[in-house]
């Protein structure tokens, strides 16, 4: 069919890489420094389509040359940078499906004046106060009849998230210990840094919740079970700075739509940094990701091999990577490698 998506062979060609230049990248590593002559014999094939090959690879970023030879760079931060790249363009439509939900209001106002939905007008209500925000999803919890009720949100600012710690956790909390809640939360990671912040989100995921970080999120909005959502006064604005005023808006429609902008959010999001890998674990990956073999690592850190080999496996465990390239990705992801 003509909408019917391209299934790809290759997972290294949504990354850029055809299968020939994937075959070729992986005769780079296995030889590690070789000329074109070497590569066009490892490959069984004419030098000069080699040859170009070896170009693109260069201009990808994934190999180097040096004085006519080809050196291989370590796939973490080769691959890893092209994956960076990968998601930049991913953020970018994110971005603008977030243009796109701004308009939510006016599709609301559509959809309430409509005629063919079965249970009548839903309501878009109006709400002011930060007391009446975190009193009114307790409240929703309590009454919900099959607990726990699923809460999603995302918070853009450092204000809100003050706000939250000082004041408005201690309920939230209870409610998640005693199982009215299941609270997912995406933050701004800059939030992190606050006084008391990282106090009540321990607390909150002691208690069983779920929080991730960005570097930047859209807009304040959560989702209270299949059929509440929480807008701000302006998308892509914060609730300090409209004083708490949001609208509370009941039908799933928008609950769903909300539902999966999170999903999006949570998957491109990373875990709270707290337990980051020891000293030694972070030099390991660090020095990986600048292309060191293991003997390498080893002399520059003045242990042995199997030390190193021990660290990388302590790294995999704790980032649930199946592979150190994979290790590899994830720490740069978290944030580990800066």
């Not at 009849?145 to 710690?165: E, K, S």
């Not at 708490?244 to 799933?252: A, G, M």
Request: glycine share 8%.
């Amino acid at each position: 069919m003509r909408n019917e998506p391209r299934i790809m062979s290759d997972p290294l060609e949504t990354l850029g890489l055809d299968p020939a230049q994937t075959a070729l990248y992986s005769a780079v590593l296995r030889l590690h420094r070789a000329t074109r002559s070497d590569l066009a014999q490892a490959m069984d094939g004419p030098i000069e389509k080699v040859g170009r090959q070896l170009d693109d690879l260069v201009k990808l970023g994934v190999i180097d040359e040096q004085s006519g030879q080809y050196l291989a760079r370590h796939p973490a931060a080769a691959l890893g940078r092209l994956i960076a790249e990968r998601l930049d363009r991913l953020a970018e439509e994110s971005r603008r499906i977030d243009s796109a939900l701004g308009s939510i209001r006016g599709l609301i106002r559509d959809y309430d004046a409509g005629r063919d939905y079965r249970s009548g007008p839903f309501t878009v209500e109006m709400a002011s106060g930060a007391d009446i925000l975190y009193e009114s999803v307790v409240g929703i919890a309590v009454q919900c009849q099959t607990p726990p009720m699923p809460l999603l949100t995302a918070v853009p600012d450092d204000r809100t998230m003050t706000d939250f710690a000082r004041k408005f956790a201690d309920p939230w909390i209870d409610a998640q210990k005693r199982n009215l809640l299941t609270v997912q939360a995406i933050i701004p990671v800059s939030s992190l840094m606050l006084p008391g912040v990282r106090d009540q989100l321990t607390r909150l995921t002691e208690a069983g919740g779920e929080v991730r970080t960005l570097d930047r999120v859209p807009s304040w909005f959560l989702a209270v079970g299949p059929e509440m959502a929480g807008l701000p006064a302006h998308w892509g604005g914060n609730l300090p700075d409209h004083a708490y005023n949001f609208y509370l808006v009941r039908t799933s429609v928008v609950v769903g739509v909300l539902s999966s902008l999170f999903r999006e959010l949570w998957a491109r999001a990373v875990p709270l940094p707290w337990g980051r890998g020891s000293d030694g674990t972070l030099q390991v990956l660090r020095l990986a990701a600048q292309g060191m073999c293991d003997d390498s690592i080893a002399r520059q850190l003045g242990v042995s091999v199997r030390t190193v080999r021990a660290r990388f496996a302590d790294a995999m465990t704790e980032l649930g990577a199946q592979s150190r390239f994979h290790a590899g990705v994830e720490a740069a992801r978290r944030g580990w490698l800066r």
